[in-house]
C-alpha cells in the first residue's frame, strides 16, 4: 500500500538535524536550544524525594492541584493576576502539547490562521493537521516589529486564530504594550481566538518586562496563554509546560489533552510544585542570568564577521555573517559545522519564503566556556576566510 503522508513536506526538525550534525562532527552545540549545566540540585531533589514517597500514578488529566496552584501563585506575583487553577490552568507536556491541543481546540476545516514569520517550527504542522490554513506574515527587519496594517490586510471572514510570540524565536524581539492595543484594536469585533507562545517570558534584557496577554484584561477573555517550565527552569527535558485561558476555552483545550497525553508525569509535576513552594522566587534572576550571557556571546563575538544583531530576549543570539559570505544560510551552517565544528541553527527554516538574509541562531544557555570555546571556534574560522579573500 502506498501511505499518503498528510505532512509531505515536513522533514526532521532543524534542531534535531543540527544535533545530530553537532554530535557527528564533535562540534560546540549552540544550535537547539537547551541548557548545557546542571539543573538546580533542589529540583533534582525535589524530584529523588516525590518518587520516594510513591507519586508515581496517573496524575490528574489537568494538572496536580499543587503545581496549578503555583503557577497561579507565580502569574498573581509576575503579573497581578487571578487565575483559577480548577478552571483557568492545564498542565500540559511542554510548551508544544499546549500549542498543539490549542490549536486543535479552535481551528476547523478551511480556517486561517495568522502567524508571524520567521516562526517557531511546530505552529503550521498542528494547524494544517487541524484542516486548517496558515497566512504568514513577516516581521519586520532589522528589528522584527509586527506591521499591524499588514495583519489587518489579511484579516477575512475565515480568521479564526492568531498565534503570536513573545518573546519571539528565533527573531529575539520582544512585543509591546502598544503591540497588544493595535492586536486588540483589529480583532474586536471579529471571532478570532490568539495564542499567545510566552515561553520565554521571564527572559528580557535592558530593564524590559514581559506584555503578557493575560494582563491585557480585553485579550485575556479570548487567548490561550503558554508556558514552560523547561524554559523557566532550565529543564527542557522535563517536558513540563502549561496553559492559562478562560474557563470555556480550558474546557475545550482540555478535551484535546485528554485524548493527547492524558496527563503529564506526575512526579515531575509534584517536583516542580514542591520546589516552587519552598523556592517561590527560582525563576526571578532568570533575565539577568542570560543578559550576562548574551553579553558575553555578543562581546566576543562583536567585530569577529558574526556581527551580533540587538537581541531583546529570549536565550538566543542572532549573528550576520553576511560580512564573512553570501551563502544560503543553510549551506553555510553545514560549513560550519563541518569546518568550525559549531553548530548553528540557520533562519531559513522559520519562513514559508524566506528573503535573502545572512542570519544564524546561537543559543546563549550554555556554560560560558562553552560560549567561549564557540565564540573561539568561530573567531578562528571567520579570519581564514578573512586571509583568503
Ligand atoms: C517559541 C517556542 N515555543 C514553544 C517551545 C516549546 O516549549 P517546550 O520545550 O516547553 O515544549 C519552544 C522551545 O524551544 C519555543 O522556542
Known amino acids: 500500500m502506498q501511505f499518503d503522508s498528510k505532512l509531505p513536506d515536513v522533514g526532521t526538525t532543524i534542531f534535531t538535524v543540527m544535533s545530530r550534525r553537532a554530535l557527528e562532527e564533535g562540534a560546540v552545540n549552540l544550535g537547539q536550544g537547551f541548557p548545557d549545566y546542571p539543573i538546580d540540585p533542589r529540583l533534582s531533589q525535589a524530584l529523588i524525594d516525590v518518587v520516594a514517597e510513591g507519586r508515581n500514578q496517573y496524575a490528574p488529566m489537568e494538572g496536580v492541584i499543587e503545581l496549578r496552584q503555583q503557577i497561579a501563585g507565580k502569574l498573581q506575583v509576575s503579573y497581578a493576576l487571578d487565575v483559577d487553577p480548577q478552571t483557568e490552568i492545564t498542565v500540559t507536556c511542554g510548551g508544544t502539547e499546549a500549542l498543539y491541543d490549542a490549536v486543535q481546540a479552535v481551528v476547523r476545516t478551511g480556517d486561517e490562521v495568522i502567524i508571524f514569520d520567521p516562526a517557531y517550527d511546530s505552529y503550521e504542522p498542528a494547524v494544517r493537521l487541524a484542516g486548517g490554513r496558515c497566512v504568514r506574515i513577516p516581521l519586520q527587519p532589522p528589528a522584527f516589529r509586527f506591521d499591524w496594517e499588514r495583519v489587518q490586510?489579511?484579516?477575512?471572514?475565515?480568521?479564526?486564530?492568531?498565534?503570536?510570540?513573545?518573546?519571539?524565536?528565533?527573531?529575539?524581539?520582544?512585543?509591546?504594550?502598544?503591540d497588544l492595543e493595535s492586536l486588540a484594536a483589529l480583532i474586536r469585533d471579529r471571532p478570532i481566538s490568539l495564542l499567545a507562545d510566552e515561553v520565554y517570558e521571564?527572559?528580557?534584557?535592558?530593564?524590559r518586562r514581559h506584555a503578557s496577554v493575560l494582563a491585557h484584561p480585553e485579550l485575556r477573555g479570548r487567548s490561550f496563554a503558554v508556558f514552560s517550565f523547561g524554559k523557566t527552569l532550565?529543564?527542557?527535558?522535563?517536558?513540563?509546560?502549561?496553559?492559562?485561558?478562560?474557563?470555556?476555552?480550558?474546557?475545550?483545550?482540555?478535551?484535546?489533552?485528554?485524548?493527547?497525553t492524558f496527563s503529564i508525569v506526575a512526579p515531575l509535576q509534584h517536583a516542580v510544585a514542591r520546589y516552587l513552594e519552598h523556592f517561590p522566587d527560582a525563576w526571578t534572576g532568570l533575565s539577568a542570568f542570560f543578559e550576562t550571557k548574551r553579553d558575553l556571546l555578543a562581546g566576543l563575538l562583536r567585530g569577529s564577521g558574526f556581527e551580533p544583531l540587538p537581541a531583546a530576549g529570549t536565550y538566543f543570539q542572532l549573528v550576520d555573517y553576511g560580512a564573512l559570505s553570501r551563502e544560503a544560510d543553510a549551506g553555510f551552517a553545514?560549513?560550519?559545522?563541518?569546518?568550525?565544528?559549531v553548530a548553528t541553527i540557520p533562519l531559513s527554516p522559520?519562513?514559508?519564503?524566506?528573503?535573502?538574509?545572512?542570519?544564524?541562531r546561537l543559543c546563549i544557555a550554555k556554560r560560558d566556556e562553552t560560549l567561549r570555546a564557540a565564540a573561539e571556534r568561530l573567531r578562528h574560522f571567520a579570519a581564514g576566510i578573512r586571509e583568503r579573500v
Open 153 to 178: 490586510g489579511a484579516l477575512t471572514d475565515h480568521t479564526r486564530l492568531i498565534i503570536i510570540n513573545s518573546p519571539q524565536n528565533p527573531s529575539c524581539s520582544v512585543a509591546d504594550a502598544s
Open 202 to 207: 521571564h527572559v528580557l534584557y535592558d530593564g
Open 234 to 260: 532550565h529543564a527542557t527535558g522535563w517536558r513540563i509546560g502549561y496553559c492559562v485561558a478562560p474557563p470555556a476555552m480550558t474546557t475545550e483545550l482540555r478535551k484535546v489533552h485528554q485524548f493527547n
Open 334 to 341: 553545514e560549513r560550519l559545522v563541518r569546518e568550525a565544528k
Open 350 to 360: 522559520f519562513y514559508a519564503a524566506p528573503p535573502a538574509m545572512t542570519l544564524l
